[in-house]
């Protein structure tokens, strides 16, 4: 087995990072931003996707996926990119990515404002080859790519591609391999740029120890200030370029994978660099102080490194990043600091010498051969590899096994008294009481009271307080109070209270009590359902959602658009609420409301009628759902077909009188003016009356009777005529 500093075998390399660069010309603007126009408008559009699987013959990527979610965290935080204008993937097919991009462009689109640039960043990680992208296997090219996205009308055009294999793209355009590009930082640049984050010749790398692909994890602390060298608040291309250049050579050049350098064709005109990320509105600022010096690793609370740099003494630093508690490792040739801070949203934390306390280094040589005493840790793996304990034996840590074989390590069976601990856990692990992983879990935890893992969690959680993935999982967590996933989360949360899943989530959410997700691919079953974007079902007494494509089904149904609501109430802000007034064979005079999403409403009626030779009347009432079908352009001719379910009462109220209306109607129907319209139809209608009480007086139309009995079940065609406001 390779290091983890390594790649985990040249088949799950993360791969290369080739960027494409597209750089429009307009008559109203320059580049991602003006140096002379700082607060120009702007509006970023995102397509993220991560897919871990290449095909036959390709072993699934590790971190494509917290490739993806990483770098649209810092887009989103930092980059002006809104979530309305970021459309996110993971483990996506090619049909998904094509119709991401397509619906990129209708937002866009729909979006042109005068004044306003508009750019479009596309990143993807997964796998790909010398002729293209093969998300899930399925090929596309790199001239599709430049294609689709050149039908983006938009101002600016990036492509980030972290793909295995995808370096001969920019052999391809004839490319270099140089340290840098782009020399000029001012203001203005047309034309195009493809980077690779190592030549067509040499092996790309992911690292268990970052948890990432080191070209990405590099560009995203970047980003989120690292490669700030100006100190101007602001990262350009230009800079975490060269950030993540410089530091992904350090990290590799002495693993077994080999250096990777960075190759580049370009070919930009005018002068100027875009603007990726500002840090200045960022409400969450970690600043270094100046005397620090060193390689800083910083963790969040989950575990997870989130920024990795080395610096400089006499350098003024500040990193974006989520508000939360952070871990901070200060490294040096021959000395390890430690120290732990509280990121707020008001004012910036403040990372000072004092706050750093010394630790005890544990030397390992990296695997594959001896270290030379003279390389700094930052490059010669110490630190890197976890000692391999295949069995922790805990009473409560740190009285356990690893901690005797000199702390945190591997385990293949980690099984504890009140609790035990695991650095990584590859098999069983079970305690009475708490569980914890600081890194990946793959296996099954059990534990009970929690199970926590600080990283990503593969197999099965079963726990009768809590589960935990701080960095998603992939598999079954179950539960009897609440299942927790951060990022993405694929397969299956039961718990009786409640679950939830900040980002992407594939498959079922099944709970007594609330689910909860950001975006969801699959089910909602629940008595209260949260979510974002739901391609699927929502199943609950209430449901609440931004984008639906699917069914919400419940009491109540809250979005902003769905395909098929159903519901006592749907309350759908994209959709369409009508009032009608009609009269048919069965009422003179009915009127109802129709309400819902675009295509799929429900119907809400009330008529009167009166009784034959007596002045008294009896109100009839319906309740169905029914498909808007407009007719042509437009919706000034349409098409509706309702099924409705309805009957009598003597009374407004009734007084529990039992008979069955039901009524499929068809109709077609013209706008005269702006709401409102015409509408005619046929309708097919069979009714059940009071079992004392054939009740043929329904309707003046002819009548046939089935089924046996004194009344039966009458049927009958019918008419009707209305208008709609």
Not at 7 to 12: D, M, P, Q
Not at 344 to 349: E, L, N, R, S, Y
Not at 391 to 404: G, H, Q, R, W, Y
Request: glycine share 14%.
């Amino acid at each position: 087995m390779m290091s983890r500093s390594t790649a985990r075998g040249w088949g799950r390399a993360a791969g290369v990072l080739a960027a494409m660069v597209l750089v429009s010309w307009g008559s109203d603007s320059g580049a991602a931003r003006r140096e002379e126009e700082p607060d120009a408008a702007l509006r970023r559009f995102a397509l993220v996707v991560g897919s871990s699987e290449g095909g036959p013959g390709r072993e699934r990527l590790r971190y494509a996926g917290s490739d993806a979610l990483a770098m649209s965290r810092v887009l989103e935080e930092l980059g002006g990119v809104a979530p309305a204008d970021r459309v996110l993937l993971l483990e996506a097919d090619r049909d998904m990515l094509l119709s991401a991009l397509e619906r990129l462009k209708t937002l866009v689109d729909g979006a042109a404002v005068p004044g306003v640039r508009r750019e479009l960043v596309v990143y993807y990680s997964g796998h790909s080859d010398a002729d293209g992208l093969l998300p899930r296997g399925e090929r596309v090219t790199y001239g599709d790519l430049r294609k689709l996205m050149g039908l983006v009308p938009v101002d600016v055009r990036i492509a980030i591609l972290d793909s295995c294999g995808s370096g001969a793209l920019t052999r391809y355009k004839g490319g270099l391999r140089r340290p840098s590009f782009l020399t000029d930082v001012s203001a203005q640049v047309r034309g195009h740029a493809y980077l690779a984050s190592s030549s067509a010749d040499e092996v790309a790398q992911e690292s268990d120890t970052i948890g990432a692909s080191f070209f990405t994890h590099f560009l995203v602390t970047g980003l989120r200030g690292a490669a700030d060298t100006t100190g101007d608040g602001r990262v350009t291309l230009h800079e975490a370029y060269q950030f993540a250049f410089h530091e992904t050579l350090a990290r590799t050049e002495r693993s077994q994978g080999g250096p990777q350098h960075a190759a580049y064709d370009i070919q930009l005109a005018g002068s100027g660099d875009l603007v990726m990320t500002d840090l200045r509105g960022s409400n969450a600022r970690l600043r270094v102080a100046e005397e620090v010096q060193g390689r800083l690793f910083v963790r969040d609370w989950g575990n997870q490194l989130v920024a990795e740099l080395h610096k400089q003494a006499g350098r003024r630093l500040s990193l974006g990043l989520e508000a939360g508690r952070y871990h901070v490792t200060l490294e040096r040739p021959t000395q390890r600091f430690e120290a732990e801070l509280l990121v707020g949203t008001k004012g910036d934390a403040e990372l000072r010498v004092g706050d750093f306390v010394p630790v005890t280094l544990t030397r390992t040589a990296a695997r594959g051969g001896a270290v030379p005493s003279d390389v700094p840790l930052a490059r010669e793996g110490v630190l890197e590899d976890m000692p391999s304990v295949p069995i922790n034996l805990s009473l409560v840590p740190p009285l356990s096994t690893s901690a005797f074989w000199g702390g945190g390590g591997l385990n293949n069976i980690a099984l504890g008294g009140l609790a035990v601990r695991s650095f990584q856990l590859r098999g069983l692990g079970a305690a009475t009481g708490l569980g914890w992983v600081d890194g990946t879990m793959e296996g099954v935890q059990l534990a009970g009271i929690a199970n926590v893992t600080g990283g990503e969690a593969l197999g099965l959680q079963l726990a009768a307080g809590g589960n935990l993935a701080f960095g998603g999982a992939t598999g079954v967590q179950l539960a009897g109070i609440i299942n927790y996933s951060e990022r993405s989360f694929s397969g299956f949360q039961l718990a009786a209270v409640g679950n939830r899943s900040d980002a992407d989530m594939h498959g079922l959410q099944l709970v007594g009590g609330v689910n909860m997700v950001e975006n969801l691919t699959g089910a909602q079953i629940g008595v209260f359902n949260l979510a974002g974007s739901v391609t699927g079902a929502q199943v609950g007494l209430i449901n609440v959602a931004s984008n639906v494509r699917g069914v919400q089904l419940g009491f109540i149904n809250i979005a902003d658009d769905v395909s098929v609501p159903i519901g006592l109430l749907s309350l759908v802000r994209k959709g369409r609420i009508a009032f009608e007034i009609w009269t048919d064979e069965v009422t003179p005079l009915s009127v109802g409301v129709k309400y819902g999403s675009r295509t799929v409403h429900v119907l809400a009626s009330i008529g009167m009628k009166g009784l034959e030779g007596d002045d008294s009347w009896r109100t009839v009432t319906s309740l169905g759902v029914g498909v808007h079908l407009p007719l042509g352009d437009g919706d000034r001719y349409y098409a509706d077909v309702d099924l409705s379910l309805g009957g009598w009462q003597p009374k407004l109220f009734g007084d529990g009188t039992k008979n069955n209306l039901y009524r499929l109607r068809g109709s077609v129907g013209w706008e005269l003016k702006r709401r409102f319209a015409l509408f005619g139809g046929v309708s097919l209608n069979a009714y059940t009356p009071p079992d004392d009480n054939p009740d043929k007086g329904m309707t003046w139309m002819p009548q046939f009777q089935t089924g046996r009995g004194p009344t039966g079940t009458r049927m009958w065609p019918g008419l009707f005529l209305g208008v709609r406001i």
